[in-house]
């Protein structure tokens, strides 16, 4: 009932933006679909994780083997790079399974107290900004490489990101999302990797998934 009632909120949301001229009421209308997007995306990750409507995330015997090859292989591939790098479990709750020193360095987090809890959880939006919208395009971005088994490219996207302080940081990120799949074409983890850098290139349409 709850994802019903969120979804025909952004119906709502979406076809009124495309009634309104005046720049004030769009601007009210657009943070009142960011907090509804937000709160969908987070009790999607929650139950679903991004496994809701693929065959690839039926388990198999081998998955512990295959989640143990695939860590072995980016602790090889990144351990040492510059490119910040996790290991995401698309399972509920997106939890991560394995980061490498550069992304502990870029977040400001140490790989203890990232493995083994969720992607949002761990870095939700920005409260202070009503039309933060990080966190349901990074999980639309993980939904589109679950169901297509494809690498997402995201364009460049604001994200920001808490210091010691606890005061959120303005920061923008180029990130991609990778499917990490066994033999049997099933989705076994997800990459994600991503480049900080400087401007506000707009997402344009949300990847939608399908249902």
């Known amino acids: 009932m709850q ?17 309104l001229k005046d720049a004030g009421d769009r601007r009210r209308v657009e943070e009142m679909l960011a907090a509804v997007e937000r709160e969908l995306a987070l009790l999607d990750a929650s139950e679903a994780g991004v496994l809701a409507s693929t065959s690839r995330a039926e388990p198999d015997e081998n998955a512990a083997l295959d989640r143990a090859l695939a860590i072995t292989r980016f602790r090889e591939e990144f351990s040492g790079a510059t490119r910040i790098a996790a290991l995401i479990d698309p399972a509920p709750g997106l939890a991560y399974v394995e980061v490498n020193p550069a992304y502990e360095q870029s977040l400001g987090v ?7 809890r969720g992607l949002f959880q761990l870095f939700p939006d920005n409260p202070d900004d009503s039309a933060a919208d990080g966190v349901y395009k990074v999980y639309m971005s993980l939904r589109q490489v679950a169901e297509t088994a494809r690498p997402h490219d995201m364009p460049v ?3 920001d990101v808490a210091g010691d302080d ?6 923008y ?18 990459l994600n ?10 997402w344009g349409d949300a990847v939608q998934p399908s249902t």
């Open 193 to 202: 990797t991503a480049e900080e850098t400087i401007g506000t290139e707009s």
């Open 166 to 171: 606890g005061v959120f940081v303005q920061r």
């Open 173 to 190: 990120w180029r990130i991609t999302n990778a499917p990490i799949l066994n033999d049997q074409g099933r989705l076994v983890l997800i």
């Open 157 to 159: 996207q604001r994200y």
């Open 110 to 116: 140490g790989r203890d107290d990232l493995v083994g």
């Open 3 to 19: 994802r019903f009632i969120l979804q025909e909120n952004i119906r709502r949301f979406q076809a009124r933006l495309g009634e």
